[in-house]
C-alpha cells in the first residue's frame, strides 16, 4: 500500500477497492492517470505498461516503471503478446476515451477486462455506452468518493486501429493567410479556431523575426500562422499532451512548414533563450482547472527571453495573470481585449 504521503487521486483511491482485479495479470494502463498509483499497480500485476498522454506524470515515474510509453498511439508489446485487463483514467474529453478505446483494445485478449475510472461528473452513462462497441455486459462494480468504476469483458469483434480516421481537419482564413490545421482527440478547441488565438492573431506585431518558443503549442495555430506571417522565424513548439504534440506534427506537415515539436512541462526540456515566447496558456488540467503551468511559464519566462525580445499571450479577461507580469517584468501592454480575452504583451 502507497504511504499517506504520497497523495493519491480520487480515481487511484477507488481503485484500491478493487486491487484484487490487478493480481497476477498482464495490463495496459491508460487515460488521465495523474499520481504515483502505476508504481503500486506494477507491483500487483504480472505484467504492466503504461501509456502516458501527460508528459508531467511521463517524466516523473518513467525511470520507476518497466514498461512506460509517452505516446498518442500504442503500437503494442514487441513480442506481440496481449493484455489481460485493460484500466482507462477517463479523460475530460469524450472523443479521446472513445480514442483511446479504439487504439488500445486491438492489443485485449478475446474475453479480456476493460476497467474504467473516473470522476461522476464525467459523465458516467455517456462512458458506459462507449463501451457497447466492445462487451454485451457492462456493470457499475464500485462508486465511492465521487468516483465510480466500471467493469465489462471484451467480447465483441474489435477493428484494426487506423489513425488517420480519427484525424479532424479544418480551415483557417485570417488576414490572407490559410491554413490547414489537423487535430487528434482531446486536443484543445478540437476542430475549430478558438477566438482567444483569433483575437491574439489578429493584433500580432508589425515585425517578429529570430527564434520563437510557442508554449502549449496544441495542435499547431499559432505556430503555423507565425511560420506563415514572418517566415524567416525559427520556431520551437512545446506541449505537455502527445496528441497535440502529435496533432502539431500533422499540421506543419499539411501546410508545408517546419519547426522543431518536442515534449516539454513548461520549460523543463527548454535550454536556450528566445527573441519571442508565443503562448495562448493552457489553464485546464484533466477535469479541473489548474493555472500552475501559465503562472510556471510567466514566472520563469524572463529567464528564457534575449534581451529586447517579446512576450506575447492571450488569456481570458478572468484570469489575472497581470500581477505576475508586473512581478517579472516591471511593467506590460494590454495590446487587445473584447469581452472575453486580453492580449498582454511585455518586453524582456
Avoid at 506534427?249 to 527573441?275: E, G, M, R, W
Wanted: charged share 20%; aromatic share 10%; hydrophobic share 40%.
Amino acid at each position: 500500500m502507497m504511504s499517506s504521503s504520497q497523495t493519491l487521486s480520487n480515481p487511484s483511491l477507488v481503485l484500491q477497492r478493487n486491487e484484487a482485479l490487478f493480481a497476477e495479470k498482464s495490463i495496459l494502463v491508460a487515460g488521465n492517470i495523474d499520481d504515483q498509483y502505476p508504481i503500486e499497480l506494477q507491483k500487483m500485476a504480472s505484467s504492466s505498461t503504461f501509456c502516458f498522454n501527460d508528459y508531467r506524470y511521463f517524466e516523473k515515474l518513467q525511470n520507476q516503471l518497466q514498461d512506460s510509453h509517452f505516446t498518442h498511439n500504442y503500437s503494442g508489446k514487441t513480442d506481440g503478446s496481449q493484455f489481460d485487463l485493460l484500466l482507462v483514467y477517463i479523460p475530460k474529453a469524450k472523443p479521446e476515451l472513445e480514442y483511446l478505446l479504439a487504439n488500445l483494445t486491438p492489443h485485449l485478449k478475446a474475453g479480456a477486462e476493460i476497467v474504467l475510472v473516473g470522476e461522476k461528473k464525467c459523465g458516467i452513462k455517456s462512458v458506459s455506452s462507449l463501451l457497447e462497441a466492445y462487451a454485451e455486459q457492462i456493470n457499475m462494480i464500485d462508486s465511492a468518493k465521487h468516483c465510480s468504476v466500471i467493469y465489462a469483458e471484451l467480447s465483441k469483434a474489435v477493428k484494426p486501429f487506423v489513425e488517420e480516421k480519427w484525424i479532424k481537419d479544418y480551415q483557417i482564413n485570417l488576414n490572407d493567410i490559410s491554413l490547414t490545421i489537423r487535430s487528434l482527440p482531446g486536443v484543445f478547441s478540437f476542430g475549430e479556431l478558438d477566438k482567444g488565438s483569433e483575437l491574439l492573431l489578429n493584433n500580432l506585431p508589425e515585425a517578429l523575426n529570430g527564434t520563437a518558443l510557442d508554449f502549449g503549442c496544441g495542435a499547431g495555430v499559432l505556430s503555423c500562422y507565425l511560420l506563415k506571417q514572418y517566415p524567416e522565424l525559427t520556431l520551437d513548439m512545446v506541449d505537455i499532451n502527445a496528441y497535440a504534440l502529435a496533432s502539431a506534427q500533422l499540421t506543419l506537415a499539411k501546410n508545408d512548414l517546419k519547426a522543431n515539436v518536442f515534449a516539454s512541462d513548461v520549460f523543463s526540456k527548454v535550454d536556450k533563450q528566445y527573441d519571442v515566447l508565443i503562448s495562448n496558456p493552457p489553464f485546464h488540467s484533466g477535469q479541473k482547472t489548474n493555472y500552475e503551468a501559465a503562472e510556471t511559464f510567466i514566472n520563469q519566462s524572463k529567464n528564457h527571453l534575449k534581451k529586447k525580445g517579446k512576450l506575447i499571450i492571450v488569456a481570458n479577461k478572468f484570469l489575472r495573470y497581470e500581477p505576475l507580469l508586473n512581478a517579472a517584468y516591471k511593467t506590460f501592454v494590454e495590446e487587445a481585449a473584447d469581452n472575453k480575452f486580453k492580449v498582454l504583451s511585455c518586453k524582456g
